[in-house]
């Protein structure tokens, strides 16, 4: 799916810090997810994006790629999802396609069923990236992002407790995940192994006390 212009919402951040910049009267509205090192590394992934003729060529220098031989219309490109916000406000971008890892077809096989989906294969940071592109891409089509994504995340989690408890991070399952759901899972593990030895305590310490009870009980 494509996003054009002339069609795109205001997707504006809803949650902000504010910072003054020492000017008086004057703020500079920062992002909160700016300060996510999670949501950094996700929209460093590349996005396709198309770009008008008359597009400078210091925006493909930034961008990091060759500056097109021939000017004409609709220049594909790729883009760091971080720089779609601020391209996408300017004139030379015409439009920008949605990633893989929302795009209509993986919505539909998501909603069919998310258990099966290897979301590592889509993206290591899946949650995090597809959150910002719902943001991005705002109105309905942000909407089903999201409600897909957090549909999807219910569905798997049953799996995510049973792995914490049972297999913990070891398990090939894990391979299968993106990066917060595979934190989940040795957070689960961890905090499940602390709770056996608490309640439980060493299964060495535990025998001994029992043969002491055994022999107490017994005169012996």
């Keep these: 799916m494509c996003l054009k212009r002339g069609s ?8 902000h810090f504010l910072t003054m910049n020492g000017q008086q009267n004057q703020i500079n509205i920062v992002p909160s997810t700016a300060f996510d090192l999670d949501v950094l590394l996700a929209m460093q992934t590349p996005v396709e994006g198309h770009f008008s003729a008359d597009t400078p060529s210091d925006i493909y220098r930034v961008l990091g790629q060759p500056v097109p031989a021939r000017f004409s219309s609709n220049i594909k490109s790729e883009v760091p ?7 996408k406000r300017s004139e030379h ?20 069923d998310a258990t099966c989906v290897p979301l590592n294969q889509l993206s290591m940071d899946f949650y995090a ?24 995340f219910r569905k798997r989690f049953p799996k995510l407790l049973s792995l914490a408890i049972h297999m913990g991070s070891k398990s090939k399952e894990t391979e299968r995940m993106d990066r917060f759901e595979v934190r989940m899972v040795k957070q689960g593990a961890a905090e499940s192994a602390a709770f056996k030895e608490w309640r439980y305590g060493n ?9 002491r009870k055994f022999q107490v009980f017994n005169n012996t």
């Design 129 to 152: 990236f597809n959150a910002q592109i719902a943001e991005l891409a705002g109105g309905l089509a942000g909407v089903e992002i999201a409600q897909t994504m957090l549909a999807s």
């Design 81 to 87: 999802a971080y720089l779609i916000d601020v391209l």
């Design 8 to 15: 795109w919402p205001d997707t504006r951040f809803s949650d």
């Design 203 to 211: 299964q060495n310490e535990n025998r001994r006390g029992m043969k």
């Design 93 to 112: 971008m015409q439009q920008w396609k949605f990633p893989r890892s929302c795009q209509d077809r993986t919505l539909e096989v998501l909603k069919a």
